[in-house]
């Protein structure tokens, strides 16, 4: 019994609290160890990681952009035999440039952009008799573009975009193409193009269309 009362007895004289010198004390030496292990630890993950780089901002200006786009869009479409498409719109002129930060899914919220880059959209719409060969002409897109550094997704409709056929060049340049049979027109073919992450002219309007 004696022991056990001198136990509580050692226990109850230490003071309950810390004094703040000594407290301090404590914090800076836990500080240093932290920051000694985090510099001997770096490659298991201690060490902030470094952002990943973006792609790089291309160069060309908006109006290279709607011309490369547009060209391109052109071209498409004098792949299908004129006699098969029965009507046509676009390629579109001119569109309001989108954010690359905030309207891409990029988690900047609007108004505080980290890149102040923007995109130009375009695109195309043809529509086609029920002759045509839908699967044909995507395979023809598709060939046009072999051997050209072009990434070609799956033409099995299951990509993010729903389209039939995606097309990227190696310069930024992006094209979705849908076959849509038996629309309120006609059988349609859409072609929405997607140009570069390029910087906007200095008197830039958001609400403007280049």
Not at 52 to 64: C, D, K, W, Y
Not at 139 to 154: I, R, Y
Not at 160 to 186: K, M
């Amino acid at each position: 019994m004696a022991r056990a009362s001198g136990r509580t007895s050692s226990r109850s004289s230490s003071p309950p609290f810390e004094t703040g010198a000594a407290m301090k004390h404590r914090l800076f030496r836990a500080l240093a160890v932290a920051v000694l292990a985090c510099a001997g630890l770096v490659a298991s993950g201690c060490a902030a990681q470094e952002p990943t780089h973006a792609e790089p901002i291309s160069p060309l200006t908006f109006p290279e952009v709607r011309k490369i786009q547009n060209e391109q869009l052109e071209e498409f479409a004098a792949l299908i035999p004129a006699e098969q498409i029965v009507d046509r719109w676009g390629p579109i002129e001119a569109t309001m440039g989108m954010s690359c930060d905030t309207d891409l899914g990029g988690r900047t919220p609007y108004f505080q952009e980290a890149t102040g880059t923007r995109m130009l959209t375009g695109g195309i719409y043809l529509y086609l008799t029920d002759s045509a060969d839908a699967a044909a002409i995507l395979d023809q897109f598709a060939a046009s573009k072999s051997g050209l550094d072009w990434g070609v997704a799956a033409a099995d409709g299951t990509n993010e975009a729903q389209a039939d056929l995606v097309l990227e060049s190696p310069d930024g340049f992006s094209y979705y193409i849908r076959f849509s049979p038996n629309t309120r027109i006609q059988n349609q073919l859409s072609i929405r193009s997607y140009g570069p992450c390029v910087i906007p002219p200095k008197d830039f309007n958001p609400h403007g269309k280049y």
